[in-house]
């Protein structure tokens, strides 16, 4: 059995009084794992609290033996989490976004990162300005960070949406190659589990 890359304990969220879950504990083995659940149950909120972008009301969190509560920074720096609608790179193209990443990410691989760029056909859109990008080819360029970031455990919430039917195929490529994985642990949140990957875990968060 292979030694978890994240571990979660106690972990609770709640928006306003309506609590989403309480008292979560579970562990993250590398390869890839799902989050699923129905609309409203979670999905999206828990990725961001693995992340440690978004406090717990409680809980601990130990990434490769690193406490969020103690390491913040050292914590963070192993995460990678995708944020299509966040507009990271709205006023930058995405090639100066991915040189920001290479500096976080110790280990970015930009060779990685040209094949990437060439299945996802990013090609044409790598000098443009973000706002110039339409929704789908944002989470291309947010998926293509991804997959070349090298960080220990990296999130992607519902990876597929927006995608053309090629960029689908390719990720799914990707993906099962990343499941043969004995250090990274990549997490999906989507409602159903990608076809053709094999799962190291689910995690329910119910419908």
């Known amino acids: 059995m292979p030694e978890p890359v994240l571990r979660a304990e106690g972990m609770a969220y709640a928006i306003g009084p ?3 879950f309480s008292g979560l504990s579970l562990q993250v083995p590398p390869g890839v794992s799902l989050v699923r659940g129905g609309d409203g149950r979670g999905k ?3 990725l961001a609290l693995l992340a440690g972008v978004l406090p717990s009301g409680r809980g601990r969190l130990k990434l490769r033996g ?3 509560a103690l390491q913040p920074e050292a914590y963070r720096a192993q995460v990678f989490l995708t944020q299509p609608a966040s507009g990271a790179f709205d006023a930058i193209s995405p090639n100066a976004w991915f040189d920001a990443l290479a500096t976080r ?7 990685a990162l040209d094949d990437l760029a060439d299945g996802l056909a990013l090609g044409p859109h790598l000098e443009k300005p973000g706002t110039m990008l339409s929704a789908g080819t944002k989470r291309k360029v947010w ?3 991804a997959l070349a970031s090298g960080a220990a455990l990296t999130l992607l919430d519902e990876p597929f949406a927006a995608l053309d039917k090629a960029s689908i195929g390719f990720v799914l490529d990707i993906l099962e ?3 043969a ?3 990274r642990a990549w997490v999906l949140a989507d409602y159903l589990a990608p076809p053709g990957v094999p799962l190291a ?3 329910d968060l119910g419908d």
Do not use: K, N, Q
């Open 44 to 46: 999206t909120s828990l």
């Open 181 to 183: 994985s004995s250090i």
């Open 105 to 111: 990410h110790p280990g970015f691989d930009r060779d």
């Open 143 to 145: 998926l293509a960070g």
């Open 66 to 68: 690193t406490d969020l």
């Open 177 to 179: 190659e990343a499941a």
């Open 18 to 20: 309506r609590e989403l």
């Open 201 to 203: 875990a689910v995690i």
